[in-house]
């Protein structure tokens, strides 16, 4: 069985900035692509992030330039480095990956269980 663990998420000032965190844990046989949604009450959940496992990366537009999203395959760990943060980023923000496992034929979408990140003023 495959688990996402995320940590990282807190409260912060506007412009302050926090490091989002989590890991896959289990019968991995490689990881695709990885990613964070976030949701806001009263809204859809949406891609903040992606990264695949050659490096390209994409943002939703109101982060380019404040977010940055690697990994690191060798501990099978996705990050979110959150820069200049705005009280709009308020959200929970959930960790996706895509997943090869042995016992089933094809990738697998996985979600962590959520990690709050508040922006007040």
């Known amino acids: 069985q495959v688990q996402l663990v995320e940590s990282g998420g807190g409260l912060v000032e506007p412009g302050g900035s926090l490091r989002l965190s989590c890991t896959a844990s289990?019968?991995?046989?490689?990881?695709?692509?990885m990613g964070w949604y976030r949701q806001a009450p009263g809204k859809e959940r949406e891609l903040v992030a992606q990264?695949?496992?050659?490096?390209?990366?994409k943002y939703v537009d109101s982060v380019k330039g404040r977010f940055t999203i690697s990994r690191d395959d060798a501990k099978n760990t996705v990050y979110l480095q959150m820069n200049s943060l705005k009280p709009e980023d308020t959200a929970i923000y959930y960790c996706?990956?895509?997943?090869?496992?042995?016992?089933?034929?094809?990738?697998?979408?996985?979600w962590g269980q959520g990690t709050q990140v508040t922006v007040f003023s």
């Open positions: 990264i695949t496992s050659a490096e390209n990366s």
């Open positions: 996706n990956a895509i997943i090869e496992v042995p016992t089933a034929p094809l990738p697998y979408n996985y």
């Open positions: 289990g019968n991995i046989l490689r990881i695709n692509v």
